[in-house]
């Protein structure tokens, strides 16, 4: 090797090292500041029924906002999807579980015929759903 080669991939590789605790205290910091799967579904679900720990009435608009969002779940839970890991699929699951427990407690609450109709429909497509077998393909 030349010598001016073999000194700039020394120099090369000193700024590397040089580099290194910086990359990695850049790359600690984007870990640290990352939303976990969990954390995203939870702050949707949460966003979306957010009358459920209020004890609001559900509104139209956002009664069929809540419909696409149980078939969105009952498509999920019964197809799966190719494109999601297994463990997006866990958390999925866990998320509409918990959300079948928060419809159950919300639909005991003395609310308008319509938000009642609502509630007691979407508990049962989201309980079918959940009961369900995965179709894999």
Known sequence: ???SVEAQRIEQQAIADGMRPLTQS???LARDKLISLAEVYGTL?????????SGAEVERMRRNLQREHIKRLQALLTRG???????AL???RLQAT???AELRA???ASQSVET?????ESLSALSQALAATMVRS
């Not at 999807?81 to 463990?87: E, I, K, N, Q, R």
């Open 1 to 3: 090797i030349e010598p």
């Open 26 to 28: 850049a790359l600690q």
């Open 45 to 53: 679900q949460g966003a979306i029924w957010s009358e459920l720990k």
């Open 81 to 87: 999807s190719a494109a999601l890991p297994p463990d």
């Open 90 to 92: 866990s958390l999925l």
């Open 98 to 100: 918990q959300l079948q």
């Open 106 to 108: 919300a639909s005991r």
């Open 116 to 120: 009642r109709a609502h509630l007691a």
